[in-house]
């Protein structure tokens, strides 16, 4: 797993011949001596143009990972991982099994969902959303007001995800106090929404009250970007009320 992260980092910089020159310092420094005399002791012009870097790198893996490690049916491994003690393996064994919709997998997915970690709770729900599934909406709204601001902006990237999928006004209106959030990421994140979806909140009288007031707030943004949000917002709304 540590490998293939590291994999995941450095392997835009790998090329036919080897180790860009640019990265082979930086990899030095993060690899160990084996796996760098490993990466460039291959010999990565084949006869066959179609070998690719990670199949020769596969070769190198231990031998109990198998070649069922890469299939379908070597998630198992990763499903193994869901339960590490370690709350980063747990995220990563959960970003490697995403897009993998066996019923084992999505079981496994989900009991995350009552992880002790924060993050790992924030991660597995905006998981299940972009795999279609609603059921962490309820853990993403419970954590829009986390003190972590990563678990914060990953619960709103997923309720966005639901609201635009569901047109639900009703989860829009409870991410609107993150118009404070002290996180420029998160403001930005919202006031994009907003501009986005923020014309389904005008067909309630009370709904609309509170988004003029969020969009006024919005005016007096240090970023520039929440500004220009907020202010092309009221004036679409001012356009809407008197057209």
């Given at each position: 797993l540590q490998f293939t992260t590291l994999w995941d980092k450095w392997g835009p910089y790998i090329t036919p011949y080897g180790l860009a020159e640019t990265a082979k310092e930086q990899v030095k420094n993060e690899l160990t001596d084996?796996?760098?005399?490993?990466?460039?002791?291959?010999?990565?012009?084949?006869?066959?143009?179609?070998?690719?870097?990670?199949?020769?790198?596969?070769?190198?893996?231990?031998?109990?990972?198998?070649?069922?490690?890469?299939?379908?049916?070597?998630?198992g491994y990763y499903v193994k991982l869901l339960g590490d003690s370690d709350p980063k393996i747990r995220i990563s064994a959960l970003d490697w099994l995403k897009d993998k919709f066996t019923p084992e997998v999505t079981q496994a997915i989900k009991k995350l969902?009552?992880?002790?970690?924060?993050?790992?709770?924030?991660?597995?729900?905006?998981?299940?959303?972009?795999?279609?599934?609603?059921?962490?909406?309820?853990?993403?709204?419970?954590?829009?007001?986390?003190?972590?601001?990563g678990i914060r902006l990953e619960a709103l990237q997923g309720l966005k995800l639901i609201i635009i999928n569901s047109r639900d006004s009703a989860i829009l209106l409870k991410t609107l106090p993150l118009a404070k959030d002290p996180d420029t990421r998160i403001r930005k994140e919202l006031f994009l929404l907003l501009k986005d979806e923020g014309s389904h909140l005008l067909r309630d009288e009370k709904a609309r009250e509170e988004f003029e007031n969020i969009l006024s707030y919005g005016l007096k943004d240090p970023e520039w970007d929440v500004r220009f949000f907020a202010a092309y917002m009221l004036l679409d709304f001012m356009y809407d009320q008197y057209s």
């Open positions: 084996t796996l760098v005399s490993a990466i460039e002791s291959q010999k990565f012009v084949e006869e066959k143009a179609e070998s690719s870097f990670a199949e020769k790198i596969r070769q190198e893996l231990p031998p109990e990972w198998g070649p069922e490690f890469y299939q379908d049916k070597g998630n969902l009552q992880d002790e970690d924060g993050k790992v709770r924030a991660r597995v729900a905006l998981v299940l959303v972009k795999r279609g599934d609603y059921s962490g909406k309820e853990m993403l709204l419970g954590i829009l007001q986390d003190e972590d601001a």
